[in-house]
């Protein structure tokens, strides 16, 4: 997961000379996808789901 900081001058963590608190990440959600498949033989497989 990705972890995102930001500066503060009171944070926790010290980093290049400054202070960073952690901060809450940009959480995405696909809401479509491409299904590409193929069967043991590396042949595509046809059909929708």
Known sequence: EELVIRQD???????RG??????????????????FSVDETGAPVSGEI
């Not at 608190?21 to 959480?27: R, T």
């Open 9 to 15: 001058e009171n944070g926790a963590i010290p980093w």
């Open 18 to 35: 400054e202070r960073w608190s952690l901060a809450e990440p940009e959480i995405w959600t696909a809401l479509t996808a491409s299904i």
